[in-house]
């Protein structure tokens, strides 16, 4: 079989999806090639699951802050439940059934590139004007002796988990480790967080690794250590460390990051990945003529927002609407208990960069009054980075209540390369945390 198409996307996560509805939209022929479940894997194993199981630790941490009232009890099997609804039972027919109704081509399979405009799957050929790669990424093992003969748990096993494990090795303190972390611990695991640098958060400003340990109270949190060597004893797994000790645990959890799924016979159109098993595009998200890339599998910035983005670039530029990515002022959260969040640059990144680099660091409570009508132990610290020059922001960060949500002020300040005098000048709704912009952007001292 032989088909032609206008565009065929491979991989249905969130950016395959948003290039495939937007061209389908536009009346586009397009199918759409996915070798498990259409949605990809955030709606299922990664962000989806993972935010549905966070929020009832996080409420009841909440309720624990609160004057008057009681801390309330977690039921697991209600969580559970909840958790199975939002990730659709794991089944993808009625995603598959909407985008036939909608005029798609859906096929099931491995799609592989058989040269330019050509993909191969299932042993047939389809061949389109527009081939769009959106094929994410996965775990990244670690190379741990023993790893494969004990029971592992990627982010598939832990965000569908059926019981809460009594004793847990996380390895990596990032996003993933922080977030599982939280979760698990809070939920009555004994759990040993293992990170192989000298902080958590490692890409982020030191001052966020130091108070994310901090909210991390009850994780056994080893940092510049590694698992060496792993084996089975009975029913338990031992893990042996780098520090000399050993840990006696249920299950081996990884969050030790992902690599991009970009084994697609890139060689067939004269592609090569980069060195982190990334496929390289340009401005447009163009790898080369007729093939463009988007999501994790760029490497650009590991999250569902990008992959989003990169697809509304794409689908735009097949669109005759030139849109040129500008991936300035992406923002990163880590939905932890209370809320971490960072957008642009660290200060010594910045530094880097050639910036004059301007800092201040505020502390919540000291500057605004949300956080002392918000919780009874008020809490919460935002610093700015600023480029003395332009007089503008390059990067913030932040761990507070609800700071997923704020962020965005800084984000879109950085975005729009916003004058700190504006933020200097504003007038953000009282009592806020959005105040805290104001504080901090006077500490400046530009
Ligand atoms: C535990 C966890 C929590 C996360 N939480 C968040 C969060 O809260 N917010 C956030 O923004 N990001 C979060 N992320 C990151 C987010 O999941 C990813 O950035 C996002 O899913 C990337 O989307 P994508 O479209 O690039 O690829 P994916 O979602 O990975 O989808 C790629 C799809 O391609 C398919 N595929 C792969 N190879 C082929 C092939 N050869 N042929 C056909 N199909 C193929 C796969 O089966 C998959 O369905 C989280 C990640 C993890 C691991
Ligand atoms: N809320 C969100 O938006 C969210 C949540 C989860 C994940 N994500 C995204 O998913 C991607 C993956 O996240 P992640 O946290 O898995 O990866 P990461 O790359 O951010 O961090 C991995 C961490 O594991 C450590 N590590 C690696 N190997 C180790 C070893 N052998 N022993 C000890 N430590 C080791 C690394 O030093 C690093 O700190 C990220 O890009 C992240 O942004 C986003």
């Known amino acids: 079989m032989s088909e032609q198409f206008d565009a065929i996307v491979v991989g249905m996560g969130p950016g395959g999806e948003t290039v495939a509805q937007t061209l389908m939209d536009a009346g586009r022929r397009v199918a759409v090639v996915e070798k498990e479940l259409i949605g990809g894997e955030c709606p299922y194993w990664a962000c989806m699951p993972s935010k549905t199981l966070l929020r009832p630790v996080e409420a009841r ?8 009232v009681s801390t309330p009890a977690l039921d697991w099997t209600m969580i559970r439940d909840y958790r199975d609804v939002i ?13 036939r109704n909608d005029g798609a081509t859906v096929v099931k399979g491995e799609g ?19 081939i769009i790669l959106s094929t994410g990424s996965r775990q990244a093992w670690p190379r741990i002796d023993g790893l494969e ?10 965000t569908n988990l059926t019981d809460i494990p009594a004793r847990v090795l996380l390895i ?5 480790g922080i977030e599982l972390a939280t979760f698990l611990s809070r939920m009555g695991s004994s759990v040993t967080m293992l990170e192989r640098g000298p902080r958590l958060l490692m890409r982020e400003v030191p001052e966020l690794g130091e108070r994310a340990l901090s909210a991390l109270g009850g994780v056994d949190v080893r940092l510049d250590c590694r698992a060496q060597v792993v084996r089975r004893d009975g029913t338990d797994t031992v893990a042996e460390l780098d520090d000399g000790t050993s840990v006696r645990v249920d299950v081996i959890v990884l969050a030790s990051g992902r690599i991009p799924n970009s084994d697609l016979d890139l060689k067939t159109v004269d592609v090569s990945t980069g060195p982190h098993g990334e496929v390289p595009t340009d401005d447009h998200c163009r790898v080369t003529d007729g093939l463009w890339a988007v999501g994790d599998l760029t490497g ?16 735009d530029n097949l669109l005759g609407r030139p849109h040129t990515a500008n991936y300035l002022g992406i923002p990163r959260v880590v939905f932890s208990e209370p809320e971490i969040a960072a957008v642009g640059l660290t200060a010594d990144a910045a530094r880097r960069q050639g910036f004059d ?25 935002l610093g700015l980075v600023a480029d003395r020059r332009r007089r503008t922001l390059v990067g913030v960060w932040a761990i507070a209540p609800q700071v ?14 916003l004058p700190v005098d504006i933020l200097v000048d504003g007038i953000a709704q009282f009592p806020t945390f959005n105040e805290a912009y104001y504080a901090a952007a006077s500490a400046l001292r530009l």
Not at 61 to 68: I, K, L, Y
Not at 88 to 99: E, I
Not at 300 to 315: K, P, S
């Open 112 to 130: 592989k590139l058989a040269g330019p405009g050509e993909l191969s799957v299932n042993g047939d050929r389809l061949q389109a004007r527009d």
């Open 404 to 417: 997923g949500e704020w962020i965005h002020t800084g984000a879109l300040a950085i975005r729009a390369q």
């Open 61 to 68: 941490a909440e309720t624990s802050r609160v004057a008057g």
């Open 357 to 381: 680099v301007a800092t201040s660091q505020v502390e919540l409570p000291e500057v605004i009054h949300r956080p002392e009508t918000y919780e009874t132990k008020p809490r919460g610290t």
């Open 172 to 176: 990596g303190g990032s996003a993933v």
């Open 300 to 315: 650009v910035a590991m999250f569902t927002h990008t992959a989003m983005y990169q697809g509304r670039v794409v689908a």
């Open 87 to 99: 990730v659709g039972h794991l089944d993808d027919s009625s995603r598959v059934a909407a985008y």
């Open 149 to 158: 003969e004990v029971p592992v748990w990627t982010n598939r096993e832990a």
